[in-house]
């Protein structure tokens, strides 16, 4: 009977590891880094691109972002790194966004460099367009 209870307990431990690593891409990153986003990036729905952006806020300048397909692609980190020394004063810095993917799509995340303020200058010599190639 213990040799039996012993059997089914291991039996249900195997099933439980192996349901575990079934899934549609097990050696697909987590997160993909996207470079200077100048070439199309392929996902897949889970996971998420990062694109660092060299940014100076000090100046008023900063980057936003508009997606054409909403619905497959979600925002979930945004965060700037001064560069130089900790207390130098007006030192540029890199804006990372993170992107997930939530459906398959091809998606075009356009980037704008400018002052986001009503009347606000913009640099159009540094917009960036990201294309997603999201699958299943």
């Given amino acids: 009977m213990k040799k039996s209870i012993f059997a089914l307990l291991a039996l249900g431990t195997i099933a439980a590891v192996l349901g575990g690593c079934m ?17 199309p990036v392929a996902l897949q729905v889970g996971q998420t691109v990062k694109i660092d ?3 100076n806020p000090s100046t008023g300048y900063t980057w936003q972002w508009e997606c054409d397909t909403p619905e497959a692609v979600e925002l979930v980190g945004d965060d700037y790194v001064q560069g130089g020394e900790e207390d130098m004063v007006g030192a540029p810095g890199v804006r990372s966004f993170r992107f997930k993917a939530l ?7 356009s980037f704008t460099y400018g002052q986001d303020w009503d009347g606000g200058q913009q640099a159009p010599e540094a917009a960036k367009t990201l294309v997603l190639k999201i699958g299943e």
């Fill in 23 to 39: 899934t549609s891409n097990p050696s697909a990153p987590e997160e993909v880094d996207a470079g200077d986003g100048s070439a």
């Fill in 53 to 55: 952006l060299e940014e």
């Fill in 103 to 109: 459906a398959p799509a091809t998606a075009t995340i």
